[in-house]
């Protein structure tokens, strides 16, 4: 099974977010694997170990993020290539479109992609993606397993209906499990798909010390914009930042002095008269 | 884009038959959008006697045509059904702009939409700034709340925006003479690739969505097991809230992680957020620090989350909740001042 998987730089989670010119100050910043992307790749390689295949992750960013991708090959995968942003801008349309057009020419089986990324939150990019190669998706997977098909079911889409036609017959069909707000929910869908993940999905692996050494070896692909089979219009950035701010101060207010008895009833008041909640 | 061409289309979510207070808040932001001389539209998928109700309450706030949208395949929230509905009103109403929640359904079709329709998307929306020259300016958190960015869309391609519940101002009422219509939308679902297997509903989600909650009572490592966090439910009950939790109180199995408030987990912003035993890391803080009011109940008087509190009470989370919650039983009985 030859799967891609998605994956983003990101600052690490314990960073504090300072604002310098204009811009996110990044010296001194430790990087990580977007946590959610991490989910991705563990279940990558997981997937691979029981059902064979090739696990490639694809990135797009700048040149930093190759550490990324070497701690992705770390881990295990088996190849990285990395989309390098300029000439995109940080605008979702764009980005969609050069990782919907890389991840087409490797012709995936499986797509796997964070539930969003920790730094911009908007969860946009890899269901563009999926839109854009007309692949069906899977949000939010706590749980995935791969069945080979041993006929084509009659639920399975025509694979000729998919921009990843290239692709075999669905010779693979996913039954997810997915968190959604009404509960947990359990669905079928052929492949090719893409499926994003959640925490919960699996708990990642550290990189091994032999795995760090093979990694050096295998290939990180530096793909440039024009590389890529992308119109003028993909390259045309939809929206654009005009400032960054800091969230508005928030001072310590106070603590409530008293016996258990006192404290509760003092803040019961507070919230009703100060605070006029109740 | 000048404004006498904007024509919004949102998506009205409804949750059990009912439409939800995001849909709303969404058509307000349309609204002001558009400015004078534009049209909003609404869109709302799965139909049955409730979709009466919501059409009606749509067109009475403001929205010029409510299309409905009804098929078998859209009877329950299916991805790939409700992207194809929405492509049908896209396609009828060919909007400058298409507006959503930034809820489980709208993060999951927006990025279709906006793919499809090769437009932008701006997520997560928590304001909307319009002047009278029709520029918009919209502005999200980044990092989950640690920054804001402001941003914009620019000109040539549709918008797509997806408004985070609670932070933009309802559509007001408009006069009977400007209600709108109710139109149902010819639509036949196409052939479904995905099919649900199985649903496994949750005993007390109740209907409201941890992001849309306006009361929050959220455990941490401090609960010490599941069964600790019935007094914090039993708070939630009495104030008319929903439990949320750290990180820490997931890791440890006392709760499920759909429950997670935090950097990666969910964000919020309801107006009382209750900290109990939940000692303030920052990915925590990240997730909740926009919260109008918020209380830390904490044994350990350095614990960072008093750090952002109004309101802190050092004490021990299993003695002051219970307290609490018989405290506010007795004034919620009795009338405000
Ligand atoms: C990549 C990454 C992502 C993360 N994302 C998130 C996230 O999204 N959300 C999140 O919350 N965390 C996140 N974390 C974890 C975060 O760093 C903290 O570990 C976590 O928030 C701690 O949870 P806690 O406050 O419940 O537990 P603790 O830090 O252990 O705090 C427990 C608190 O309970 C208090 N306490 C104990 N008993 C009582 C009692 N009887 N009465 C009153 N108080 C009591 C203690 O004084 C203490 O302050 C993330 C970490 C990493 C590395």
């Given at each position: 099974?030859?799967?891609?998987?998605?994956?983003?730089?990101?600052?690490?989670?314990?960073?504090?977010?300072?604002?310098?010119?204009?811009?996110?100050?990044?010296?001194?910043?430790?990087?990580?694997?977007?946590?959610?992307?991490?989910?991705?790749?563990?279940?990558?390689?997981?997937?691979?170990?029981?059902?064979?295949?090739?696990?490639?992750?694809?990135?797009?960013?700048?040149?930093?993020?190759?550490?990324?991708?070497?701690?992705?090959?770390?881990?295990?995968?088996?190849?990285?290539?990395?989309?390098?942003?300029?000439?995109?801008?940080?605008?979702?349309?764009?980005?969609?479109?050069?990782?919907?057009?890389?991840?087409?020419?490797?012709?995936?089986?499986?797509?796997?992609?964070?539930?969003?990324?920790?730094?911009?939150?908007?969860?946009?990019?890899?269901?563009?993606?999926?839109?854009?190669?007309?692949?069906?998706?899977?949000?939010?997977?706590?749980?995935?397993?791969?069945?080979?098909?041993?006929?084509?079911?009659a639920a399975a889409a025509s694979p000729a209906d998919t921009e990843l036609a290239q692709s075999p017959s669905p010779d693979f069909t996913a039954v997810v499990q997915r968190d959604t707000?009404?509960?947990?929910?359990?669905?079928?869908?052929?492949?090719?798909?893409?499926?994003?993940?959640q925490q919960?999905?699996?708990?990642?692996?550290?990189?091994?010390?032999?795995?760090?050494?093979?990694?050096?070896?295998?290939?990180?692909?530096?793909?440039?914009?024009?590389?890529?089979?992308l119109t003028p219009d993909d390259l045309n950035p939809r929206t654009e930042r005009l400032a960054l701010l800091s969230p508005p101060p928030r001072a310590a207010g106070r603590k409530l002095a008293g016996t258990p008895e006192e404290q509760a009833d003092a803040l019961a008041g507070l919230l009703r008269s100060e605070a006029k909640l109740f | 884009m000048s404004n006498c061409s904007r024509t919004a289309l949102v998506f009205a979510e409804c949750a059990d038959g009912k439409l939800r207070r995001v849909a709303l808040e969404a058509l307000g932001a349309a609204r002001q959008l558009v400015q004078d001389g534009g049209a909003v539209h609404a869109v709302l998928v799965g139909g049955g006697t409730a979709a009466s109700e919501a059409a009606a309450e749509l067109a009475a706030r403001g929205a010029g045509v409510v299309h409905v949208i009804d098929d078998p395949a859209l009877a329950q929230?299916?991805?790939?059904?409700?992207?194809?509905?929405?492509?049908?009103?896209?396609?009828?109403?060919?909007?400058?702009?298409?507006?959503?929640?930034?809820?489980?359904?709208?993060?999951?079709?927006?990025?279709?939409?906006?793919?499809?329709?090769?437009?932008?998307?701006?997520?997560?929306?928590?304001?909307?700034?319009?002047?009278?020259?029709?520029?918009?300016?919209?502005?999200?958190?980044?990092?989950?709340?640690?920054?804001?960015?402001?941003?914009?869309?620019?000109?040539?391609?549709?918008?797509?925006?997806?408004?985070?519940?609670?932070?933009?101002?309802?559509?007001?009422?408009?006069?009977?003479?400007?209600?709108?219509v109710i139109a149902a939308l010819p639509f036949t679902a196409p052939p479904l690739s995905t099919t649900v297997l199985a649903i496994a509903r949750k005993a007390d989600a109740g209907g409201v969505d941890l992001a849309e909650a306006d009361i929050i009572v959220a455990g941490g490592r401090g609960v010490r097991s599941a069964a600790g966090f019935a007094p914090l439910q039993a708070l939630a009950q009495t104030l008319g809230g929903v439990l949320g939790a750290s990180r820490g109180a997931c890791d440890a199995g006392y709760c499920d992680y759909s429950l997670q408030i935090g950097q990666t987990g969910k964000t919020v912003t309801p107006k009382l957020y209750i900290a109990c035993g939940i000692s303030g890391a920052i990915q925590h803080l990240a997730g909740m620090s926009q919260s109008r009011v918020i209380v830390a109940i904490n044994k350990d008087p350095e614990a960072p989350i008093f750090s952002i509190a109004d309101y802190g009470i050092v004490g021990d989370l299993f003695e002051i909740v219970p307290l609490l919650t018989k405290r506010f039983q007795l004034l919620l009985s009795q009338p405000g001042d």
């Open positions: 099974m030859n799967m891609v998987v998605l994956v983003k730089q990101t600052f690490d989670t314990e960073e504090k977010i300072e604002l310098a010119h204009g811009a996110i100050n990044e010296d001194h910043v430790k990087f990580i694997i977007n946590p959610y992307d991490e989910y991705a790749l563990e279940e990558a390689l997981r997937l691979r170990e029981k059902h064979g295949g090739r696990v490639t992750v694809a990135a797009c960013g700048p040149s930093r993020a190759a550490e990324t991708l070497r701690t992705a090959l770390a881990m295990g995968a088996d190849e990285a290539v990395l989309i390098e942003e300029s000439g995109l801008g940080e605008d979702g349309h764009t980005i969609a479109a050069a990782l919907a057009a890389a991840v087409k020419e490797l012709a995936p089986d499986l797509v796997l992609a964070g539930l969003f990324a920790i730094d911009r939150g908007a969860g946009s990019i890899a269901l563009q993606v999926a839109e854009r190669l007309r692949l069906p998706h899977a949000a939010a997977a706590l749980k995935i397993e791969i069945h080979r098909n041993v006929e084509t079911p707000e009404w509960g947990l929910e359990t669905v079928q869908l052929p492949l090719p798909a893409l499926i994003t993940a919960g999905l699996n708990e990642p692996r550290y990189p091994s010390l032999p795995g760090i050494m093979k990694a050096k070896r295998k290939a990180l692909h530096h793909l440039t914009i024009a590389e890529l089979d | 929230f299916a991805p790939e059904a409700y992207a194809a509905a929405i492509g049908a009103a896209v396609a009828a109403v060919r909007p400058s702009m298409i507006l959503l929640g930034h809820t489980a359904a709208g993060r999951e079709l927006a990025p279709r939409v906006a793919a499809a329709v090769r437009g932008g998307h701006i997520a997560d929306v928590t304001a909307v700034e319009t002047t009278d020259g029709g520029d918009a300016v919209f502005t999200r958190p980044l990092y989950a709340g640690k920054a804001f960015e402001r941003r914009r869309f620019l000109p040539g391609a549709p918008w797509v925006i997806t408004v985070r519940p609670n932070n933009l101002p309802l559509a007001d009422g408009v006069p009977p003479d400007r209600q709108g």
